[in-house]
């Protein structure tokens, strides 16, 4: 059971397994109305208003994990540079 799986079910009150259930559907390139109408048995019958609001809750959070990721290895980056380099930096501006 993912993390996103997990969370989404907390805020959406819905069964985690259920949740699972419809973002592997949706990662594997299915449509939320052909998820909806012939896919209940892994989404637990959700309906088509809320699996577009669990789809684009989990763009939003990978979104955000991207951007974490981002930002950390923009930061690990520039902790690793030394002193001497970043007053070079600074010398040749």
Do not use: C, H, W
């Not at 637990?44 to 577009?52: A, H, I, T």
């Not at 951007?67 to 930096?89: D, F, Y």
């Amino acid at each position: 059971m993912s993390d996103y799986a997990q969370q989404l079910a907390a805020e959406l009150n819905l069964s985690a397994k259920n949740v699972q259930g419809a973002i592997d559907l949706i990662d594997q390139g299915n449509s939320i109305p052909f998820i909806a109408r012939y896919r209940k048995e892994a989404t637990g019958s959700m309906d088509d208003q809320v699996l577009r609001r669990l789809g684009e809750r989990l763009d939003y959070l990978r979104g955000l994990d991207a951007r974490k990721e981002e930002v950390s290895r923009s930061i690990t980056e520039q902790n690793a540079m030394t002193p001497e380099l970043q007053a070079g930096i600074a010398a040749a501006k």
